[in-house]
Every structure is written in structure tokens, then in C-alpha cells.
């Protein structure tokens, strides 16, 4: 996937969840409208002179395929995959939770470590989004990405909670969470 091909036709683009948070004038991400909710959900993120374009493909009712690629210039490599799994306990526990399990490159394909994951949680009771690292995915956090110390997870939840829970909303939150904060986790 080539940066060029992220705009979609006949769509725009929204600024979602953190547009509020600027790096060089920049929101911190930004990600197409779709007019099929069927269609992935896809977005783009700058970390330094680095674009990330992450997509997210419903494949079962709990589950998307995470894939992000990174572009500089005119490369574009693809540097991570793996499973995002939905956890829906609001029924039971008020807690909706979106985990990105860690995985390498194994050449051919992409092996996907259970214990180690990244848990981006909303709880009804509290209004709250909470981020936790389980696990190796705990050794990766990378916070030096051009903002301030614990800037990003305040600027999500404040934007999360103005534009009000969705399962889209949970997914491009978490998801651009992952990115701005393990990008260790791709060079492994």
C-alpha cells in the first residue's frame, strides 16, 4: 500500500478522536469516512518523518486483521499484522476492551504471540478510556514520539469521551494508541 492510496474517492477524510492534538501543525491522526460501515477501517498516523497507514479488516464479529504499513519518502514497507480481538464484557463487567496481540515476522507469514498484548479498555461506569501492556508487548513502549510525556493518552481520552463510544471510535483510538506508543514492537 503507497500513501497515494490512502484518499479515498467520493470520501473525505476525518480528523478522528485526537485531532486536537497537533505535531508540526499536524493532528495526530486522521482517518477516511466510510460510507459501507463492511469497508476496513483505515487511517494514517505521522510519528516523525514516518507515516504509518493502518488498516483494520473485520474478518468475525470480534475480530480484525491489523495491518500497518510505514512510509518514508516513496518506500512503503508493511511492518506489522496481526489479530485485533474485541472483548464485549459491558453486559457483565461495563468493560469494552480492544487488545493487539504481539507478532513477528516469520518470513512468509506473521507469528502471533497470545501472552503478549496491548489492552485498550472503555469502561461505561467511568466514561474512561485505560491503556494496559501484557507481557513482552510491556518491554516496547517507545514514548519518544515528538509529544510530551503522557500527552497522547490524555489528549485520546478527552477526545474519545467528546466523541462518545463506538466500536469504529474504540478501534481508530486504540489503534493509533499503538502506533504513537509500540513502535518498537514492529522492529523486533
Same mark, same amino acid.
Given at each position: 500500500?503507497?500513501?497515494?492510496?490512502?484518499?479515498?474517492?467520493?470520501?473525505?477524510?476525518?480528523?478522528?478522536?485526537?485531532?486536537?492534538?497537533?505535531?508540526?501543525?499536524?493532528?495526530?491522526?486522521?482517518?477516511?469516512?466510510?460510507?459501507?460501515?463492511?469497508?476496513?477501517?483505515?487511517?494514517?498516523? &505521522?510519528?516523525?518523518?514516518?507515516?504509518?497507514? $493502518?488498516?483494520?479488516? %473485520?474478518?468475525?464479529?470480534?475480530?480484525? @486483521?491489523? +495491518?500497518? /504499513?510505514?512510509?518514508?519518502?516513496?518506500?512503503?514497507?508493511?511492518?506489522?499484522?496481526?489479530?485485533?480481538?474485541?472483548?464485549?464484557?459491558?453486559?457483565?463487567?461495563?468493560?469494552?476492551?480492544?487488545?493487539?496481540?504481539?507478532?513477528?515476522?516469520?518470513?512468509?507469514?506473521?507469528?502471533?504471540?497470545?501472552?503478549?498484548?496491548?489492552?485498550?479498555?472503555?469502561?461505561?461506569?467511568?466514561?474512561?478510556?485505560?491503556? &494496559?501492556?501484557?507481557?513482552?508487548?510491556?518491554? $516496547?513502549?517507545?514514548? %519518544?514520539?515528538?509529544?510530551?510525556?503522557? @500527552?497522547? +493518552?490524555? /489528549?485520546?481520552?478527552?477526545?474519545?469521551?467528546?466523541?462518545?463510544?463506538?466500536?469504529?471510535?474504540?478501534?481508530?483510538?486504540?489503534?493509533?494508541?499503538?502506533?504513537?506508543?509500540?513502535?518498537?514492537?514492529?522492529?523486533?
Amino acid at each position: 500500500m503507497i500513501f497515494g492510496s490512502f484518499t479515498p474517492s467520493g470520501n473525505e477524510l476525518c480528523n478522528c478522536v485526537a485531532d486536537a492534538l497537533q505535531q508540526n501543525n499536524k493532528p495526530l491522526f486522521i482517518c477516511e469516512n466510510r460510507s459501507n460501515p463492511g469497508q476496513p477501517i483505515k487511517c494514517r498516523v &505521522e510519528r516523525g518523518k514516518t507515516t504509518y497507514l $493502518f488498516t483494520n479488516k %473485520k474478518t468475525r464479529a470480534d475480530r480484525y @486483521e491489523f +495491518e500497518v /504499513t510505514a512510509t518514508q519518502g516513496t518506500n512503503a514497507n508493511k511492518v506489522f499484522f496481526t489479530d485485533l480481538v474485541i472483548k464485549d464484557e459491558r453486559s457483565s463487567s461495563g468493560v469494552y476492551s480492544v487488545l493487539f496481540y504481539y507478532a513477528t515476522n516469520a518470513g512468509y507469514m506473521w507469528k502471533i504471540s497470545k501472552p503478549d498484548y496491548l489492552r485498550v479498555s472503555y469502561d461505561t461506569k467511568s466514561n474512561e478510556l485505560s491503556f &494496559e501492556a501484557v507481557g513482552k508487548m510491556s518491554s $516496547f513502549l517507545d514514548t %519518544k514520539n515528538g509529544y510530551r510525556p503522557g @500527552e497522547v +493518552e490524555k /489528549t485520546m481520552k478527552e477526545r474519545f469521551k467528546q466523541k462518545g463510544f463506538s466500536e469504529e471510535n474504540m478501534i481508530r483510538a486504540a489503534s493509533a494508541y499503538f502506533i504513537l506508543n509500540y513502535t518498537k514492537a514492529f522492529q523486533s
